[in-house]
């Protein structure tokens, strides 16, 4: 595998940060538009996420064919995936696949850590260190960091006294791992967890302890094996499919039922929530128009995904614990499980309740709770993220007068979730305040490169040296993600990591838009055709001081949508 190299001239264009999905198709992008750019890439391949957890279970949770590139006809055709849910080792074998088939390689630099990034405000231009020392410079400095890529040790006492294996989920090693006869225990029961977890009941382990602190809610993914014939029609269609995409809120297309349930009779509401669930995935939940709007429809569809789990676990003292209470439905993400809750039915599987009986320490062989001791060889992380922030705060970034860390010491501020003020020159792909993490992150991902690299063809033509958000536009615009969060259930669950709680000290600040990825859409084409109106072209020449933001109140079918409202200059 060749990669570029830390070669003599270390002066480029552009200098991307990251080598996942956004990084590549910005790669992709900014080369047509003529820029010589450089990726830096801190993990040994390509992928992102895909590279980094390996985990045994370790799939997608949406539609492989709605989760890969779409912008592509022949990327598409090209590629022939085996699962309605791919796993990771096919996605990264898919990422490859797209690094040949672009030739990206040579303008990306594997094993590369960026330690600063530092704004030259005379020059105009970004210099990028590495942890070896080494810095780049660019025009333009494109973070593509990922949401999730700042993995979070949990504050255990002790834990660092296990001299048993520690594993994480989101830096799962290469090299294979030996788990057969072993007692293994897990900490989390998120996404990672649920994953992990399913797929470890079915190995041959001598013990598996789940410690849970909070149960998630989840829906039956129904995986299935795809054959070429899908993804041929999936090719022909993929020009209405892209279309189609762009007006979803989620960006994901839904399969079955849709429309609110509150007011649904009692028996209307169990057949079409037994008929979604017959089908699977995140339709299911995707398909409820009204369960951010409603309370009734949200306690309604809470209580049916509590009875599912009691239908499937055969002890219903270990079903109560797996029913997740204490928080709204879809204030935590929904996962999508296959065979998790029948896991528990298994002798060896045993479910531990540490929001009962707290952790207290981690010793040299056990994990011991206020209740008792569990014996163990091996020990599994899958606690989590510092999201949305931690990939890029952990960067030492200085803009024109200050820092990245305290310019958002009270939680990030952005304009459209694509920069931020004071940042010149700098992008984020998928950013906070962006639809990212609450969205098909790959069809918002497309939509940032797609909008990002108009902007900086608009740029070049025009001839800008620097660009940046006015400090109103992007006041208005977080104040807006913030509204669109207050104006769904959302606003009454701040102890999640959309929030930003799952990291101590972190602000609570809502990381992500919610508003809708097709209003998002509409709200960056709107500022593109107002000719980026908000940003400041060259300090000199402020232009664009202020825009207002309105709310459009609920869809028709009760579900959110938002929109910019009149600009004023
Ligand atoms: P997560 O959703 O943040 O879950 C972390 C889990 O660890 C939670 O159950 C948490 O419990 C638990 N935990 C953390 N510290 C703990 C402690 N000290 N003691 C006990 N429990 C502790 O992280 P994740 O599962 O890695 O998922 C993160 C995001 O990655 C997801 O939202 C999803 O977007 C993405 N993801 C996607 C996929 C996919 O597409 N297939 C797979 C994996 C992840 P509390 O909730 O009580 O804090």
Request: aromatic share 10%.
């Amino acid at each position: 595998m060749t990669s570029a190299s830390a070669d003599s001239s270390m002066d480029f264009d552009a200098i991307v940060i990251g080598a996942g999905w956004a990084g590549m198709y910005m790669l992709h992008r900014l080369r047509l538009l003529g820029l010589r750019v450089r990726v830096l890439e801190s993990g040994g391949g390509v992928g992102g996420t895909w590279y980094w957890n390996r985990y045994p279970g370790a799939r997608c949770d949406i539609p492989i064919l709605n989760y890969a590139y779409s912008f592509s006809p022949e990327l598409v055709a090209g590629w022939t995936w085996s699962e309605r849910y791919a796993p990771q080792p096919e996605i990264e074998r898919y990422a490859n696949y797209v690094a040949d088939t672009l030739d990206l390689r040579r303008d990306i630099q594997l094993n590369a850590r960026v330690a600063s990034a530092v704004y030259d405000a005379g020059n105009a231009r970004w210099a990028v260190t590495l942890t070896t020392g080494d810095t780049l410079s660019g025009k333009y400095c494109i973070m593509a960091t990922g949401a999730f890529s700042e993995p979070k040790k949990p504050d255990i006492p002790g834990i660092d006294s296990f001299e048993g294996d520690i594993l994480y989920t989101a830096r799962w090693p290469r090299t294979p791992v030996q788990l057969t006869d072993k007692r293994v225990g897990v900490i989390g029961t998120g996404a990672s967890g649920m994953q992990v977890i399913s797929a470890l009941a079915h190995e041959p382990v001598d013990r598996l302890y789940v410690f849970q602190r909070t149960a998630s809610f989840a829906t039956p993914a129904h995986n299935r094996p795809m054959d070429r014939s899908e993804i041929d029609a999936f090719v022909a269609g993929l020009d209405d499919y892209r279309r189609s995409i762009r007006r979803t809120g989620s960006g994901m297309l839904q399969e079955g039922p849709s429309g609110p349930v509150s007011g649904l009779s009692d028996s209307d509401f169990e057949d079409r929530m037994r008929q979604s669930l017959r089908i699977g995935g995140p339709s299911v939940i995707g398909g409820i128009a009204d369960l951010l709007s409603s309370e009734v429809a949200n306690k309604r569809v809470s209580e049916f995904l509590r009875r599912t789990v009691r239908e499937q676990v055969k002890d219903t003292a270990t079903a109560d614990v797996l029913c997740a209470n204490g928080y709204m439905l879809g204030a935590r993400r929904i996962l999508l499980e296959s065979d998790y809750f029948e896991a528990y039915n298994q002798d060896h599987v045993t479910l531990v309740d540490v929001k009962r009986n707290p952790l207290v320490e981690i010793t040299a062989r056990s994990i011991r709770t206020t209740a008792a001791e569990y014996d163990l060889d091996t020990l599994i992380l899958a606690t989590g993220f510092d999201s949305g922030t931690g990939a890029v705060l952990r960067i030492d970034v200085q803009g024109s007068s200050q820092e990245l860390k305290e310019a958002w010491k009270d939680g990030p501020t952005t304009y459209l979730g694509v920069m931020t003020h004071g940042f010149p020159n700098m992008f984020m792909i998928a950013g906070p305040g962006s639809p990212s993490i609450r969205s098909n992150v790959m069809v918002s991902i497309e939509q940032h490169v797609e909008w990002i690299s108009e902007f900086v063809e608009y740029l070049e033509k025009n001839a800008v040296r620097a660009v940046e958000p006015s400090e109103a536009a992007e006041q208005a615009w977080t104040r807006h993600v913030a509204d669109a969060v207050d104006a769904t259930l959302l606003r009454r669950d701040r102890d999640t990591q959309y929030f930003g709680a799952n990291v101590p000290g972190k602000p609570r600040v809502y990381l992500a838009y919610v508003g809708g990825v097709d209003a998002y859409r509409i709200i960056c084409e709107d500022v593109r055709d107002k000719g980026y109106e908000g940003f400041y072209f060259n300090p000199e020449s402020p232009r664009r001081a202020a825009t207002r933001l309105a709310w459009s109140g609920p869809r028709d079918d009760g579900s959110i949508s938002m929109r910019f409202g009149s600009p004023v200059i």
